[in-house]
């Protein structure tokens, strides 16, 4: 409905009494009325008889006017859907009803004088004028859509500067030659790469070249209102344009790639494909200011890059820029079709307003190419625009034509300036078209006949805009030749082996961290390094963790878990796992360590463990204990409950720990097969990244897992996926039994002088089991043991049988092995899976000389678990065996007795004589 259409059903006594009003006291009717009956006024006295009018033209008056200010607010609303955005087809028809016919208002009418003029800023007018206004802001080459903006002084901005500044928004000769050349850069390089390298994928901007003035424009206009740095992530489309073109990187490497010439590294990994890598170079603004660029290397899968971005720059935000968000703009570059049809974008737009994941606003830059793989825009999508994910929180699309780059310019300075001012995202939808197929190498019009017809005759945008400064005389004709000319001899010369000069980049200080850290070798998992901390540690935090303020008035079960806190640390020095995980937390804040901690529910943890953050019970007020350690020297606790989403928080994390060498960064699923949800972050950044593009992170997964009789959906993190993910130690897969184990773990994350992600399936009844207690001796002394060895079955050579497992599994056995007082059965744990410490297993099974079984038990089916893993890594032992559930469809038994005789059935099946 209409912002005012309410008003023509008004009441007119209640018009009349707020008229009244108004003329009593002007202030004390709302604004919008105010303008109105001043505009009211100003008819009735052009209209009225010696100022005092009949009734009837009163009336007509009020009606005329209140219908001006309707069609007026309706262009707002629905303007965009008659704007001149699409550079090749005619818009469909989406019945936008801005007729004056549609407002009680007719041709007669199109030289009455209105003040609703005002309201667009060129004061009272006729209505023609009005109409002409209208149709030129709003159905022009830009259709701007903001009116869900709901903050008024939001809203008043964004309508003055679509109103006001469109309106006169004109750009200096030297600005409109910036453009040029830059649409000159993006055109030849396509073309030249298009004649050198026939058949060779590339991925092209060709259709949409715009897009190197725009984010030319974004990186100096950023620059001028605060930005030091911008961070990219876009798909493959135009990939290598923008490297050359706007972040510098030369030409001869590009060439370079093309030519297959460049020789790999092959101890740096694996590699990828060139318009999957990515780059980061320091550039020169216009106005004299450094900035630096930083484009995201990403996977095929499309807009997975998004929440990894966003990650990264707010793991800057937070310990580069001291929370300064205007000094690194996030820029994603979209494809159409998978900006609507990916439900990650969903994912990361949503959590850009949420406390832990907000950067200050994001810049959408969509490639509207109006055709996915080969899929219409019809058959894509369900909303109008691919943008309309936007209206969740309420930001701005501005729908802007590709063939109009100075449009295009507008639209993105004013996209950066409404971020930097308000900090909150913003789409810029550029309407163009994709020259060729998806690749060079596709014929589109398989699929697309009409559209490539007359794409195939459309002149590209530097040709559109030079002819239009050459009818203007806004450039001289020979101008674009020579710019043309100029360039081609220098990608020749640079093909030539002509090597371009780039500004020399300076290394931020995250990524002299990183240069400081190594490569893992082979020989690092051999055994682990000291992590053990001094008692004056412990006592510290155990201190804080049981210390909260003065009128704080927690709940009777957090009192009494204060009170067991406070036994464990200085009474019974015994720690659960709970207790050993904050430790490790605050021993790290002590060594100035950031710690980062997100997930669903992992304040208070999802089987209420944790308890991170404590909440007043009466006023709900949060108390963080380990934020109070030591405020002058300590590291920064964050911890924040996550939105329900696992894909784009993984990613998120993901990438805050990609930029962060220092800092442990986990992720915790609520039970572990919800990381099935964020699989393809963990297929694509998680386990071969390092391999694909040198980036290595120790980002940290907390995954529950353990069979305790809850059904299939939440027994099994599915380890067997992550195993065949583990390759040249690209992973630490674990699955721990001691709480003091847990804690060397997570501090070796960051003692380890090289950092790789790790995989932690984490229990879930082993929280509260009486025997899961470590003494704090094992704290302060010692580090992380991959292995467990049995010290109840001796003598050695009495041993006939050797059980290895890992997990919760070992206390079933244990308790097995103990009530029968079987010496005979040796139970190993491996509390490291991954890599599999092969040497200290061997080790320890040389000591049973008269072995005549090892077994492998696990509680998973056959066809789960870690079973394939054990016979990959021995598959020279012949003698090995299996004990496991029957293979199963699904992980598990949704029946509880079920699920206590399959469970009997394995632990007498492993100690059967």
Request: aromatic letters at 10%; charged letters at 25%.
């Amino acid at each position: 409905m209409d912002k005012y259409s309410y008003i023509s059903n008004a009441d007119t006594a209640y018009i009349d009494d707020l008229y009244k009003s108004y003329k009593n006291d002007p202030g004390s009717v709302d604004e919008s009325w105010r303008r109105f009956f001043e505009g009211f006024d100003f008819s009735l006295e052009k209209y009225g008889e010696n100022g005092a009018p009949t009734e009837a033209v009163s009336k007509s008056i009020l009606e005329k006017e209140i219908a001006v200010r309707r069609f007026i607010d309706a262009y707002r609303l629905r303007g965009h859907l008659q704007s001149l955005t699409n550079p090749v087809r005619k818009r469909k028809d989406r019945k936008a009803r801005l007729e004056l016919s549609d407002f009680g208002l007719s041709d007669k009418d199109l030289d009455t004088v209105f003040e609703a003029g005002n309201e667009i800023g060129i004061g009272p007018a006729k209505l023609r004028d009005i109409v002409a206004a209208l149709k030129k802001i709003y159905e022009g080459p830009i259709g701007f859509e903001f009116m869900s903006i709901r903050e008024p002084e939001v809203l008043d901005w964004f309508k003055n500067k679509v109103e006001k500044e469109f309106l006169n928004f004109t750009l200096s000769s030297e600005q409109k030659k910036r453009i040029l050349q830059k649409l000159n850069e993006a055109v030849v390089f396509e073309n030249f790469l298009h004649t050198k390298y026939v058949g060779q994928k590339r991925f092209s901007l060709e259709g949409g070249e715009s897009t190197i003035p725009a984010l030319d424009a974004i990186i100096n206009y950023g620059s001028d209102l605060g930005a030091e740095e911008v961070i990219i992530g876009m798909a493959h489309r135009g990939r290598l344009n923008v490297l050359a073109n706007v972040l510098g990187k030369t030409y001869e490497q590009v060439f370079n790639e093309f030519e297959g010439a460049a020789i790999p590294d092959e101890t740096m990994g694996d590699g990828d494909v060139k318009y999957h890598l990515g780059f980061r170079s320091q550039t020169t603004s216009l106005s004299g200011k450094s900035i630096n660029v930083n484009l995201s290397p990403n996977p095929s899968h499309l807009e997975a890059v998004d929440p990894i971005v966003v990650g990264s720059a707010r793991a800057k935000i937070d310990s580069l820029y001291q929370n300064d968000y205007k000094k690194i703009i996030p820029i994603l570059i979209h494809g159409d079709a998978a900006l609507a049809g990916q439900g990650v974008v969903y994912e990361t737009v949503q959590m850009s307003h949420l406390p832990g994941y907000h950067v200050g606003g994001t810049i959408h830059f969509v490639i509207n190419n109006q055709v996915g793989f080969t899929t219409d825009f019809d058959d894509a999508r369900s909303s109008i625009y691919s943008t309309d994910i936007s209206q969740i929180i309420e930001a701005p699309e501005l729908h802007v034509n590709g063939d109009d780059p100075e449009a295009v310019i507008f639209a993105v300075k004013l996209a950066v300036e409404f971020r930097q001012k308000f900090q909150r995202d913003i789409f810029v939808d550029m309407v163009c078209y994709r020259r060729h197929g998806h690749n060079e190498s596709d014929e589109p019009k398989f699929t697309q006949p009409t559209l490539y017809n007359i794409i195939s005759k459309h002149p590209n945008p530097r040709e559109v805009y030079n002819n239009r400064l050459l009818e203007k005389g806004d450039v001289d004709a020979q101008l674009a030749k020579t710019m043309d000319k100029e360039f081609r001899k220098l990608l020749t010369d640079r093909l030539n082996e002509v090597r371009q000069n780039p500004l020399p980049y300076k290394p931020q200080e995250f990524e002299k961290q990183w240069q400081a850290l190594r490569r893992g070798a082979p020989e690092d998992f051999l055994s682990s390094p000291d992590t053990s901390i001094s008692q004056e540690v412990v006592d510290k935090v155990g201190k804080s963790l049981t210390t909260i303020p003065k009128g704080f008035k927690p709940l009777r079960q957090i009192e009494k878990l204060l009170k067991e806190r406070k036994q464990a640390f200085f009474e019974t020095k015994e720690l659960n796992w709970a207790a050993a995980e904050l430790l490790a937390y605050g021993s790290l804040l002590l060594d100035g360590k950031d710690v980062r901690i997100s997930g669903q529910d992992v304040q208070r943890g999802t089987f209420s463990h944790r308890h991170a953050v404590l909440n007043d019970a009466e006023s709900n007020e949060k108390y963080i204990n380990l934020v109070h350690l030591d405020e002058q020297k300590q590291g920064r606790f964050m911890i924040y409950n996550s939105l329900l989403s696992e894909y784009a928080v993984l990613g998120f994390e993901c990438g805050y720990a990609m930029a962060t060498p220092n800092s442990l960064v986990i992720w915790e699923a609520q039970f572990g097969d919800f990381a099935n949800g964020a699989q393809v972050m963990i297929d694509q950044f998680i386990s071969s990244a390092e391999s694909k593009w040198n980036k290595m992170s120790g980002l940290v997964m907390l995954l529950p897992h353990g069979y305790e009789g809850q059904g299939p959906e939440h027994s099994n993190a599915r380890p067997e996926r992550f195993l065949q993910l583990s390759a040249e130690y690209n992973l630490v897969v674990a699955n721990i039994t001691t709480p003091a184990n847990f804690f060397h773990l997570l501090r070796r994350q960051l003692t380890w002088d090289f950092r790789k992600p790790c995989v932690v399936m984490t229990p879930k009844s082993l929280l509260r089991h009486p025997q899961v207690i470590s003494p704090i001796s094992e704290f302060t002394q010692g580090g992380f043991q991959e292995v467990f060895a049995d010290n109840y079955a001796k003598p050695f050579d009495k041993v006939e049988k050797v059980l290895l497992c890992t997990g919760k599994i070992y206390y079933d056995l244990l308790e097995k092995q103990r009530e029968e007082k079987r010496k005979d059965v040796a139970i190993i744990r491996i509390e490291q899976l991954h890599p599999f410490p092969e040497e200290q297993v061997d080790k320890l099974l040389s000591k049973y000389k008269n072995m005549k079984k090892l077994i492998w038990v696990q509680e998973e089916p056959v066809n789960m678990g870690y079973w394939t893993f054990i016979l990959r890594t021995y598959y020279e032992r012949k003698d090995i065996e299996l004990v496991a559930r029957k293979p199963s469809a699904s992980p598990a038994s949704g029946f509880a007795k079920i699920h206590q005789e399959e469970q009997a059935k394995i632990v007498n099946a492993a100690f059967n004589r």
